[in-house]
């Protein structure tokens, strides 16, 4: 959908990366090139700066190290070139509320605590992971979720909480001129 989504919006080149060969064989209509693995051990044949912008709409979280890929793929990028992402948020406060009060972590089918996620982040460990691997925050994008009590609340303590309302942060970040060659 995301190939689509984009192909509708008139990107020029778009290349993806899948690692379910059925979903690959799905969306191959709408990508220029769609590369069929694992992320993190195949090599891409790209050369520095071949791409303005790199996606990783829920991805991180199911990555070994995160951070060799996203170092990777920062010399991919043009200098200025960006990164879009989409990471769940462990410290939303029905996880910590369940953790507290139940002593329970249970994994579930989707969601934040999904059983295939590898990795949990924080808004804190974003912007470290981020930093660490060539990238500055540009924009970040915080959608509150939860009981509208919880949203009132939030609004009258002047968004003192809303890092407990977040289920998910979309962060924009942008490669970092003293990233250049230190991959």
Known sequence: MTGKAL????????????VNRKIAQKGKL???KLIIGDVE????PFEKGHFDCILYGDVLEHLVDPWKVLK????LLKLEGVIICSIPN???YKIIKKLVFSGTWEYTEYGILDRTHLRFFTLDSIRKMLRETG?????LIKRPSGAKWLKVLNRLLKNLIIN???????VVA??????EGSV
């Open 135 to 139: 990238f500055e925050i540009r924009d």
């Open 41 to 44: 051990k195949i090599k891409l």
């Open 30 to 32: 709408y990508y220029d």
């Open 7 to 18: 192909r509708e919006k008139g990107f020029k080149e778009i290349v993806g990366i899948e």
């Open 72 to 75: 990777e793929h920062n010399a």
């Open 164 to 170: 407990f309302l977040v289920g998910q942060y979309t």
């Open 174 to 179: 942008v490669k970092r001129e003293e990233a």
């Open 90 to 92: 462990v410290r939303h």
